[in-house]
């Protein structure tokens, strides 16, 4: 069965920090989501991650894939008060076909 | 393009009743639709697999007597929560994954939600 954890669940921190969201899974797969989740909405997309190595980045943010560590990395830059909001990880296993499994979300506070 | 909606946003509907929440992707045909659970504060729980024209396939632990799911066509799909009680009360989520699945990685694209609260 996957399991997706991330790490930390709750993240408060000072705008213009950095910080730095995880997420292990514990089979092989090849294709990993992030998401975002502002309060009472639903999820808006941010990343896809393919295959080993990749990077991507949208503004203050990058994520990145390391399928043999079996991890991804949610990079926040300078954090600003907008980036608040509940971050989801998903992976979707080989053998699943377009079904995900999330992690349980980084509530992420980011204060003045 | 690949935009999904949900109706209704909200529902408010007394214990006992049943409530439909319907899933309709406006610019792509879905051959697979998924429906989840999000209670406060926790992750989405997938519910069931819905494929066009065949029954659902429901998680462990979900009741398909209580959460009635039809894919009638490849841009419809709509769940039926029967008998409501207060614990049904929750956000419920739909996506769908288009027909161009190898232009579209098989992703995803999620509803807006519906909040469901039962008196």
């Known amino acids: 069965e996957l399991k997706v954890e991330q790490n930390p669940l709750f993240l408060s921190m000072q705008e213009g920090k950095n910080y730095t969201i995880y997420c292990n899974y514990s089979?092989?797969?090849?294709?990993l989501y992030w998401y975002r989740q502002d309060p009472g909405k639903s999820l808006e997309s941010l990343f896809v991650?393919?295959?080993?190595?990749a990077v991507k980045q949208e503004g203050r943010l990058m994520a990145s894939l390391d399928t043999k560590a079996r991890l991804s990395t949610l990079h926040i830059t300078a954090a600003v008060h907008d980036l608040s909001a509940t971050y989801f990880c998903?992976?979707?296993?080989?053998?699943?076909?377009?079904?995900?499994?999330f992690g349980e979300g980084t509530q992420l506070t980011v204060n003045p | 393009g690949a935009v999904v909606s949900q109706h209704p946003s909200w529902v408010i509907c007394k214990s006992g009743t049943s409530v439909k929440i319907e899933c309709r992707s406006l610019?792509?045909?879905?051959?697979?639709m998924f429906w989840y659970r999000q209670f406060p504060k926790q992750s989405l729980m997938l519910m069931a697999t819905?494929?066009?024209?065949?029954?659902?396939?429901?998680e462990q632990g979900v009741e398909k007597d209580k959460f009635l799911i039809n894919h009638a066509s490849l841009t419809l799909s709509t769940l039926t929560v029967t008998s409501a009680h207060p614990e049904d009360s929750s956000f419920y989520i739909c996506?769908?994954?288009?027909?161009?699945?190898?232009?579209?990685?098989?992703?995803?694209?999620f509803g807006p939600g519906t909040r469901l609260t039962v008196l």
């Open positions: 819905s494929n066009e024209g065949s029954k659902a396939t429901y």
């Open positions: 089979t092989t797969s090849d294709r």
């Open positions: 610019d792509f045909q879905a051959t697979t």
């Open positions: 991650l393919l295959s080993n190595g």
């Open positions: 996506s769908a994954v288009g027909d161009r699945g190898l232009i579209l990685n098989n992703e995803q694209f």
């Open positions: 998903a992976v979707a296993q080989e053998t699943s076909g377009s079904r995900l499994t």
